[in-house]
């Protein structure tokens, strides 16, 4: 998500640059007397004399505009799993690798099917979650083979692992 991130902040960076430069261009145009190159502002003057705020038009643009800013809003304060897990010293790992490598540590554990791990952030630390079916008994042992993955990754491992464990159905 943080491509779709950058990618909105940059049409919207973009927008107000284009805006912002027309608006300056009409400003000096005007303080020269020069006629207007895109917006007549006896037209636009007239049209704000004369629009409402009770209007549909207006009405409908000013909920656009705020659906908009909420979402917009929303998709940056909402928690977005990493891309990438540190493994220190300046090297990263691929967050969708490690939970593959863990996935597959964790589903070799005797008694244990459809292990499924998703890697979790906590600010600047981040934890593996562990779900599985099998044997609720195997609990260590599937955090055991996770952290012995973490090590053969090189990874400085977190101290906590949630492993949840469901009885087969």
């Given amino acids: 998500m943080r491509t779709a991130n950058r990618l909105a902040t ?20 005007a303080a020269v007397g020069h006629p207007p190159l895109l917006v007549d502002r006896a037209e636009v003057s007239a049209a704000l004399r004369t629009t409402r705020w009770d209007d549909p ?16 809003l929303v998709a940056e304060l909402r928690r977005w799993s990493p891309s990438r897990v540190d493994a220190g010293e300046g090297w990263h790992l691929q967050r969708r690798s ?10 070799s554990v005797p008694g244990v099917r459809r292990a ?28 055991f083979a996770v952290h012995q993955e973490l090590h053969r990754l090189a990874v400085p491992g ?12």
């Fill in 10 to 29: 940059l049409l919207l960076a973009a927008a107000l640059v284009a805006g912002g430069a027309l608006a300056v261009v009409e400003a000096l145009l």
């Fill in 57 to 72: 038009a207006v009405r409908a643009a000013a909920v656009a505009l705020i659906v908009a800013g909420v979402a917009v």
């Fill in 158 to 169: 977190p101290a906590r692992i949630d492993v949840r464990l469901r009885g087969s159905a």
């Fill in 98 to 107: 490690v939970e593959r490598r863990l996935s597959a540590a964790a589903g």
């Fill in 116 to 143: 499924r791990v998703r890697i979790r952030r906590r600010g600047t630390q981040w934890r593996p979650r562990v779900v599985a079916t099998g044997d609720p008994a195997a609990r260590d042992e599937v955090e």
